[in-house]
């Protein structure tokens, strides 16, 4: 229970030694300890190591890293494009809204910015994402809760926005869309339709998912007044996302610093007081339905605008004539060999983004080089990984799934 | 002809061996394949199919059990031995033994035990040994998810065990009866105690869904804090008997109920042959408590998972008033010569 770092401890244990980020615990014999995975069904690619008073956590800590792939250290040994496949790998299921921030950073240090058809598309395919991202969230939750239902019904209907993705960018994950100045492909003629059919879809899904799981009096026993973050408590773990908002901090991204186009479309904040785990489920619901609506959005702007470049004029100059042809014909921008060895002029560049569970933040330091100088990334994981160790004790031991799940954390994303 | 059937429907052999173990094996077969393929429509999914597509996929189950059965089983080296790989076995002998005292018939040269009097007590009596064996394999397995699930048992074993005796005895109450048969025999027609006191079938039902861990209240192996409970060290075949003692204690407490609530063999009046007078009443019952386990199977489509302290509170809370308030009206129910 009592902790302090190794040098100033009371314990008398190695005393005067000094390891940085050790900290020396007593042993508790009235404590079962239990280790929470990494290898656990119910803990992802993580451990929480969990100490139990009879039913009751009193202490939970997080141990992060598992999932560690120096994806910092990577990208600065690559062309600057090639992170952008590298990075969208540490959040596989919300892919798009990883990578706008890296590209948009380069845009700030190219001086370049993307036409407007390029990034009502880089929009369209992040609420895609986000609508995806929370679906999977859900059906995670879901199945944590013992309920099977919603998992396969969530992860059955999120199927349908991979689809969406695959269709307008060709992959159905990794799909490497934005690049600096544009996008890669342009969005086929049919998929307006599609797009409206399955915004129209998952609208009355979303009301079958409040029916068997929002308004299950089980689900809503196990949520309601569990792992409540006050506003407070929020600002000062520095929770982001969903889970802030859920707790009555009005900050998203996409309000607060819109890039790309998300100032001129329209779209609300939704922000819930409680701050417990049913808040924190209800305010997914309410983003996908802003998502949806956003989505829609976008299609009829792209629909109107049909013809419109995706890259910037200067680029398309200088494309050859086959590139050209390639372009005005299917839509798809070849990139150049020279693309891949492009210098970027030196300086320092900060972008921001919202995914589907935060703020993601970008530092970019370009020498002038062909590769980055450093790339820095705040993962909205990373940041929410803290309530485990703050809110989580004190509940018992069958909360912290319900924790867990509301909270949407993700560890690929926060170990980068 | 006369004597081969006997030899066939001999009370204990029919009962225990054929309608217990034979009949446990298959009622649990069929009760996980129903569980897995409607759970599988709701979930917009097939389910098993490719075993078997004319079946439906029942010989997938079959197929499970192959596998299981070869399977290698892991001792590890911590548990303690004798424990460990005896009490699956005992689970499963224990869980089959409330059926001796279980009479199918109305008439005592069907009866697998000379004497019913108290078979309702006697029976109740020993559907309560299973969970025992359940803190054992805990502490046998030498594993803190193991632990916490036996502790859970135990903890779910206080809430639900008064609640279940004090609901199916007040079917006891009202007959002024211990006797199984009896009991039934004063449900001819159709005057079930279902119908006649909700109150308490709704209580044992509700005691029944928390004694066997089905959902809402698969507390005690819930996957995602505890791994599978109990059974987290146990592999191979003795799994299964862990798992499938659970789907057998199921289907003996919902033939309980299918007696003493659902008029057991009620509309049908047997003969004196053992065709007619056992074998027949004894399916009747098979089938009335095989349709209790399905419906306990499908809830898992349904809801979630209460937590722990939840669940207790809704035994102690929810469960026990309603379990006492039908003891109460059953004795109304004898006081008025309703039944």
Known sequence: MKESPIGTSSSGMLEGQKLQGMVVKRVEKELYEIFIGPQHPGSGHMRIIVRLDGDVIVEADPDIGYVHRTMEKLSEVREWLKPIPLLERMTIIDACNATVPYVNALEKLMDKSPPPRASYLRVLLCEINRVASHLYGFGIFGVFLGHSTMYMWTFGDREIFVDLAEILTGARLTHSYPIPGGVRRDMPQDFPEMARRAVRYMRGKLEEYRRIFLDNPVIVKRLEGVGVISRNKAAELGIVGPNARASGIRYDVRLAEPYEVYDELDFEIPVFEEGDSLARTWIRVEEIKQSLSIIEQAVDWLERHKGEPIIPKEDYDKLPKLHKEVYEKTGRVKLLPVNATMKIPAGKAIARGEMGRGEIIYYVESDGGTTPYRVRVVTPSARNAIVFKYIVPGHRLMDLPAIYGSIDYFPPEADR | ???????????????????????????????????????????????????????????????????????????????????????????????????????????????????????????????????????????????????????????????????????????????????????????????????????????????????????????????????????????????????????????????????????????????????????????????????????MSFLRAVYGRYRLDQALDAAWRLALPLALLGLGWSIVLAYMNLI
């Open chain 2, 1 to 295: 002809m006369e004597t081969i059937l006997y030899l066939i429907a001999y009370p204990p052999l029919w009962q225990v061996l054929i309608l217990g173990f034979v009949g446990a094996l298959l009622v649990a077969m069929v009760a996980i394949w129903f569980e897995r393929k409607a759970v599988a429509r709701v979930q917009r999914r097939i389910g098993p199919y490719w075993a078997s597509p004319r079946l439906g996929g029942f010989m997938m189950i079959v197929a499970d059990l192959i596998r299981y059965a070869t399977q290698q089983v892991i001792i590890p080296t911590t548990v303690d031995k004798i424990a460990f790989l005896l009490t699956p076995v005992a689970v499963l002998v224990v869980t089959i033994l409330p059926l001796a005292f279980i009479p199918l018939s109305p008439h005592e040269l069907y009866w697998p035990v000379a004497s019913m009097e108290y078979s309702l007590l006697i029976a109740l009596a020993l559907t309560t040994l299973p969970p025992l064996l359940t803190a054992v394999l805990g502490w046998a397995s030498s594993n803190k998810f193991s632990i916490i699930g036996s502790l859970r048992e135990s903890y779910v074993i206080t809430a639900y065990e008064l609640v279940a005796v004090l609901a199916i005895l007040a079917a006891a109450a009202s007959t002024l009866s211990f006797n199984i048969a009896y009991i039934v025999e004063a449900q001819q027609p159709v005057k079930w105690l279902a119908i006649l006191n909700p109150l308490a079938f709704l209580a044992a039902f509700l005691a029944v869904l928390m004694s066997t861990s089905a959902f809402p209240f698969e507390i005690p192996e819930s996957e995602h804090e505890v791994v599978a409970g109990p059974y987290t060290e146990y592999s191979g075949i003795l799994y299964v008997l862990n798992m499938g003692g659970g789907y057998i204690r199921r289907f003996i407490y919902a033939i309980i109920i299918a007696l003493v609530f659902l008029g057991g063999w009620a509309p049908y009046t047997p003969g004196l042959d053992p065709f007619t007078g056992f074998i027949i009443p004894s399916l009747i019952v098979l089938v009335k408590a095989s349709i209790i386990v399905l419906i």
